[in-house]
């Protein structure tokens, strides 16, 4: 996966953006689904109640916001979204010298979901997912799949206001404030010298593993990875190519140009192979809170043939029913243990109607071409109705309860 956000001056605001590459599994599908805001009934006093996620049950917060989330079928996180309040977090596989717990835990993308539904601001998701690293921690497998794939984890956070970059290793974690320019992140430590927040025994830990002297300069991703943060950001890599190609716009970027940056396939930026790119998104985040944040997802791979839809969150939106993927309830075999031993359909109706149309691409060029067209011209249309929106100061909310929905339903018949 990808992620980056640039700020602008005079600004909209923070446009966020980021990739999902979770399909290096056969059938890795990602789907996009809301859900409410919630308030636990009055007199439960101390007995909160508790919140299955993916793999371990924690205590549940006594009031959740409304999401829209990008998630892998098979489990409970997401590996990117938005909340009711503007706040979008994406998440990206990171390694480093600390070892990586098998034992099942908070996977990252649970703690996007939750960082998502418990905070209002960038940062207050922050402390949300860096309190819950330290009182559940981290692992569990990151695949549907009897093979073990782990990793430490690194969040792109952002709100109207501000953004961030945490980076975790184990429950140890550093966090910078993003306060200029562009910034993205990808599957390697990226925070150096710059550390607004940390962990309170960062520091020492590292002294105490050897790997730092605590007489040189506190360099995050020297000291818990092996990166060479002289030349990150120029050696070839996702992280390099995914920093060049914002660099490049910075001043200038739009939400078509995150579109864009996206669908890159020379940088390697949209992944192809085993390890496809199966979802992207990309936010605008006003700054002047009386407009809307607007949030474009895929829900299906490889975004330089999918559809970038607008979500807005209005009350009483309706179900996004053809980009949730069908469940399984407790004969999924994510909740049996040994888990994975079966791998169940979880492709949702955009997905299979996406699908089908590759095949059609694939073997024939001029049916391929006219596809093509047909959801450019789409995605285009529904980015002018936005900008609309965006420059007028006004929407009609009845029409924007069904607007993701309608568009994946315009979507289909540009497939057909």
Not at 16 to 22: D, L, T
Not at 384 to 405: P, R, T
Request: with cysteine; charged share 25%.
């Amino acid at each position: 996966g990808e992620r980056g956000a640039t700020r602008r001056e005079p600004a909209p605001g923070t446009l966020p953006s980021k990739q999902s590459g979770s399909g290096w599994r056969a059938g890795g599908q990602v789907g996009v689904a809301a859900w409410g805001s919630r308030v636990s009934p009055p007199g439960l006093g101390l007995c909160l109640s508790l919140l299955q996620c993916t793999y371990i049950e924690i205590e549940q917060a006594p009031l959740t916001h409304a999401v829209v989330l990008s998630r892998p079928a098979w489990l409970w996180g997401a590996e990117m979204g938005a909340n009711e309040h503007g706040v979008c977090i994406g998440n990206e596989a990171v390694w480093g010298r600390e070892e990586i717990q098998d034992e099942e835990a908070l996977l990252g993308m649970d703690l996007v979901r939750l960082g998502l539904e418990r905070a209002d601001t960038a940062e207050k998701a922050l402390t949300v997912i860096v309190d819950l690293l330290e009182k559940y921690g981290q692992g569990g497998n990151c695949m549907e799949s009897q093979m073990v794939f782990t990793y430490h984890n690194s969040f792109l956070i952002a709100d109207r206001k501000e953004a961030w970059v945490l980076e975790t290793s184990g429950k140890y974690w550093a966090a910078e404030k993003i306060e200029e320019g562009v910034r993205n992140i990808s599957n390697q430590f990226s925070i150096t010298t710059k550390i607004d927040r940390e962990h309170p025994e960062m520091r020492a830990y590292a002294k105490s593993k050897g790997w730092w002297d605590g007489e040189k300069e506190f360099d995050f991703a020297a000291v818990y990875s092996y990166v060479n943060t002289a030349t990150m950001t120029t050696s070839r890599g996702r992280y390099c190519e995914g920093y060049k190609l914002l660099n490049k716009h910075k001043g200038n970027i739009t939400a078509e140009t995150m579109m864009e940056i996206l669908r890159d396939k020379e940088s390697d930026i949209n992944m192809e192979g085993g390890f496809m790119t199966t979802g992207s998104m990309v936010s605008i985040l006003p700054q002047d809170s009386s407009l809307p944040c607007i949030h474009f997802f895929t829900g299906t791979p490889d975004p330089d043939r999918s559809v970038f839809k607008p979500f807005i969150f209005v009350p009483n939106i309706t179900q996004l029913l053809k980009t949730n993927s069908p469940t399984f309830g407790e004969d999924d075999p994510v909740k049996k243990k040994p888990r994975f031993m079966t791998q169940p359909d979880r492709r949702h109706e955009l997905y299979k109607k996406h699908e089908h149309a590759a095949e059609v691409m694939e073997a024939c060029k001029e049916k391929g071409k006219e596809i093509l067209e047909r959801i450019r011209k789409l995605e285009k249309q529904k980015i002018s109705e936005m900008e609309l929106i965006l420059q007028n100061k006004y929407f009609d909310v009845n029409q924007a309860v069904h607007l993701f929905s309608e568009c994946v339903e315009e979507e289909i018949s540009a497939y057909a």
